[in-house]
């Protein structure tokens, strides 16, 4: 079969790499992808938010599935358009319809869900310009630190955790004022959570689903957690602190309600559930939704599934899910993210990125690259993922960091400590 793999990230490099490996792919294409996609498929010139130039592709091409990588295509109806298309309805989509994908595209969406179907997860209250007043209020009562969140998509960039109550206010009157342009209009405040972060991933058709293997990543730019949020600086698969009693609850509390309840609001279902938790001492706790695979975990997760990807995918579109079986591999995986200097404030693109050999023991994922006249040069804040297998996390970083020092490009940056505070 022929599928089209929409993205153009780390995400959609490792699901590349992986969807190349089955037996059941004749050609992979990759739209718009990037310098390391071009190794393991053929990339389109095509935004994946251009449906109109996606529909000539997919029939120029013989496409037989089309897999969507990031937010914003379903966000903004890419599987409703297939849907509505004659030409394109039989075709499959990996990635949920226009309103399933609301339960990222609006933070107070998904907290009402979450509400309706007893999903455990933080109190919360939303803001609009109309009720500030009513907002401070809800602030006032909360224990520093404060949450606010864009209720819309905002790059990844629109929650603010602050420590000041005087700044939180300030700050909320900033997001109302459009600070993050539309996607603030409507704010949403939450209590702080407190514990340690993890991300669980499944794939479901929305009766059956496969829980993937669990990931913790690293948001912030500065060693020891510090800076500003970034899309994520490097992860580590399996998370220590998951041990079997919390994975049972988080299927039994989390995961099955979800699932359920999409099937109960009557919403269809096929595509990734990104599960964004707090443990808090075994209490585990929804941060958020994400409609389809995190990065840079998925640079960490899919290298530790040994299963036919493509094979889990076309189950999906068929609804039969729950007659498959997910083998994961035990080994830990570990990937630190090498992003360009001033990322995630201004940056320069264009850099030419050299390596001092192949690498065999680390798998290097692609972010913000592009082939310019045979050279790979940087195009994003967030440039490469060095991946790395090992019977510890501690193997595992090793590899990972003795290969990053391989790679050089200007003003390259990358964090020391990915995983140390796992230790603890």
């Not at 179907?117 to 209250?125: E, L, Q, R, V």
């Not at 939180?168 to 004022?177: F, G, N, T, V």
């Not at 706790?285 to 990065?295: A, L």
């Not at 082939?371 to 019977?391: C, D, F, I, P, Q």
Request: glycine share 10%; hydrophobic share 40%; aromatic share 8%.
């Amino acid at each position: 079969m022929n599928v089209l793999l929409l993205g153009s990230g780390g995400r959609e490099h490792a699901l590349a790499w992986k969807i190349a490996q089955s037996p059941l792919l004749e050609k992979l294409y990759i739209a718009p992808g990037n310098a390391g996609t071009a190794s393991v498929g053929t990339n389109l010139p095509i935004s994946a938010t251009d449906f109109e130039e996606v529909k000539k592709a997919v029939l120029q091409y013989q496409i037989s599935m089309v897999v969507v990588g990031p937010e914003d295509p379903l966000v903004k109806g890419v599987h409703d358009f297939f849907l509505n298309d004659a030409d394109l309805k039989k075709i499959p989509v990996i990635g949920p319809q226009k309103y399933a994908a609301t339960l990222e595209g609006s933070k107070e969406f998904a907290k009402n869900f979450m509400i309706r179907h007893n999903i455990p997860t933080a109190k919360h209250f939303t803001v609009t310009a109309e009720n500030l007043q009513a907002g401070f209020d809800f602030l006032s009562k909360q224990t520093a630190p404060y949450v606010l969140k864009a209720d819309g998509l905002a790059a990844g960039k629109g929650v603010l955790i602050l420590n000041d109550f005087e700044e939180a206010k300030k700050e909320l009157q900033q997001m109302l004022d459009g600070k993050f342009g539309a996607a603030s209009k409507t704010v949403v405040l939450e209590e702080c959570l407190k514990g340690i972060e993890m991300s669980v991933f499944v794939l479901t058709d929305g009766e059956g689903y496969v829980i993937l293997p669990e990931a913790k990543d690293y948001k912030r730019i500065g060693e020891h957690d510090t800076g500003l949020n970034t899309g994520g600086m490097g992860a580590v698969s399996p998370v220590p602190f998951a041990d079997k009693a919390l994975m049972d609850r988080v299927e039994k509390e989390i995961i099955k309600p979800t699932v359920e309840g999409l099937k109960k609001d009557g919403i269809p279902y096929c595509g990734f559930i990104f599960f964004g938790l707090m443990n808090d001492n075994g209490t585990p706790k929804v941060i958020e939704y994400n409609v389809r695979m995190g990065d840079p975990e998925t640079e960490v997760v899919i290298p530790r599934i040994k299963s036919d990807l493509l094979q889990l995918f076309v189950a999906a579109a068929n609804k039969t899910l729950s007659n498959e079986k997910i083998e994961i591999n035990p080994f830990t995986a570990t990937t630190v993210m090498a992003v360009s200097g001033g990322y995630p404030e201004a940056y320069e693109k264009g850099k030419t990125i050299s390596f001092d050999e192949e690498f065999t023991d680390s798998i290097v994922f692609h972010a913000g690259t592009k082939l310019e006249n045979g050279e790979v040069k940087t195009s994003g804040g967030r440039v490469l993922a060095v991946t790395s297998l090992g019977e510890n996390k501690n193997a595992a970083l090793q590899k990972s960091y003795k290969n990053i020092a391989k790679i050089h490009f200007d003003k390259m940056y990358y964090r020391r400590d990915i995983g140390a505070d796992l230790d603890k």
